[in-house]
């Protein structure tokens, strides 16, 4: 249990970047086969699965970002613990631009 608090960060970051990533394909993978298939959700049920999708990914999102820091945290090193926190909020919102860009150039070379 050994990591600088900065790689430790990234590791989380790119551990919640891949969760996103995956839910979102998943979810677009499902809404396609549901309108190839001509099904429809009725809306109570719509509404009910994504209540529990959002809970689903918040428990997994905080499990990914906060395991490490709570352990450290456990063990005494607050001050790591601290900085794992902020280095993974601080790789995500780099992730977070750098998609954002990488993206937007995408679409407006598609232009």
Known sequence: MRHS???AGFLGALGLALYVTFFA???QSF???????ALGIPPMLAMALFLLAF???ALVSAA???TYPVLLFIHG???EALQTVFWTIAWLALLFFLVLIGGTAFLLSRL
């Open 55 to 57: 809970v689903f990914s």
């Open 25 to 27: 394909i998943a979810a």
């Open 5 to 7: 608090p900065k790689f």
């Open 31 to 37: 809404i396609l086969w549901l309108k190839s298939q």
């Open 64 to 66: 990914l970002a906060f």
């Open 77 to 79: 090193k607050m001050r």
